[in-house]
């Protein structure tokens, strides 16, 4: 549920308002004043905030150039004043939209839906995507740790993944067991480059249809390991 935050001294109309936006499912705050309207702002996790220009203490003007200085969130400034220099300030301090008094509750409800939305894609777009590699039925998502063949999930532990992923982002080069201890345990492998081989196998079991023939991780005998690419 949307939670919206209403600034506004009248209070018959912030409660008109709040009706109109509750029956359209949004959750809703009304603060009559500046000062306790820009404290909620800036303190609390709002969606979206309708705020009056005029307001006893703190205006709008500035409640909208400091929630606009640490949040992202559309603000329609509300006001009486029709004048094209108050619209002209109001959304040079950083609001979404300006409406003027007297408005439809209709109307007001229909904007902050199309705000919230906009909002919402918005920030789909700028989400950054996951870091995915696909090859030969085989999907690695490296951002969310997760393996999929065939389209199916596979469990792996931590080393099984950090192993896999390192080979598959350097396909075709041939690397010692040392080599691979070195870069996925961070250490010398010191006699214990069994334990690559182990992981080999057991990633082989997960992502192989027949691990004895494998088309995807293949040892090089003498030497070590590929990934054919």
Sequence with gaps: MSKVLIVEDEEAIAEIERDYLELSGFDVTIKTDGDSGLESALKEDYDIIILDIMLPGTDGYEICKQVRNIKNIPIIMVSAKKEDIDKIRGLGTGADDYMTKPFSPSELVARVKAHLARYERLITDNK???????????KIDKTARRVFVEGDEKSFTTKEFDLLAFLV?????????????????????????????????????????????????????????????
Aim: glycine residues 6%; aromatic residues 10%.
């Design 169 to 229: 982002d350097h396909p075709n080069h041939v690397y010692t067991k040392e080599e691979l201890f070195r870069e996925i345990w961070d250490m010398d492998s010191v006699g214990d480059i069994a334990t690559v081989t182990v992981h080999i196998k057991k990633i082989r079991e997960k992502i192989e249809t027949d691990s004895a023939k494998p088309k995807y991780i293949e040892t090089i005998w003498g030497v070590g390991y590929r990934f054919k690419g």
């Design 128 to 138: 950054p995507e996951n870091d995915i590699v696909e090859i030969r039925g085989i």
